[in-house]
């Protein structure tokens, strides 16, 4: 087969078929990148306008509802809700450790979440 026959990217060299395929992905690359910037800026953020103490937070990708939070020197609490069940858990991450504990009435039987309860003031028993 003679050069006339041959079609333009066949008569090119190794390198510059290299060299093309290369400028090829990196503006690929660069316009894709674009876009996702021009698409991020372009979705408006939304506030958050709920009040902090109305704010419902989630652990355990939602498994969890969280009933109260605190911290002191040795680690962080959580007063944790099962959201299937409403069974209460007490949650501890101190640093490399973590345990969690299910609560349990004086009978035995697992303490359930009850929305007239101060769980806020069972944290000072725990301290």
Do not use: H
């Not at 640093?95 to 035995?108: E, F, Q, R, S, W």
Request: hydrophobic fraction near 35%.
């Amino acid at each position: 087969m003679d050069d006339e026959n041959k079609g333009y990217w066949q008569k090119l060299s190794l390198g510059t078929k290299i060299f093309l395929m290369f400028a090829a992905l990196v503006i690929s690359v660069i316009c894709i990148s674009g876009m996702a910037v021009i698409i991020r800026r372009s979705i408006p953020s939304v506030k958050n306008t709920v009040p902090q103490e109305k704010q419902v937070s989630y652990f355990a990708d939602g498994y969890f509802t969280v009933i109260d939070k605190w911290s002191d020197s040795q680690g962080t609490y959580y007063l944790l809700k099962a959201n299937d069940t409403g069974v209460l858990y007490f949650y501890i991450n101190s640093g490399y450790g973590k345990a969690i504990t299910v609560l349990c009435n004086p009978d035995g039987s697992n303490q359930t979440y009850d929305e007239t309860k101060d769980y806020k003031a069972l944290r000072e028993g725990w301290k």
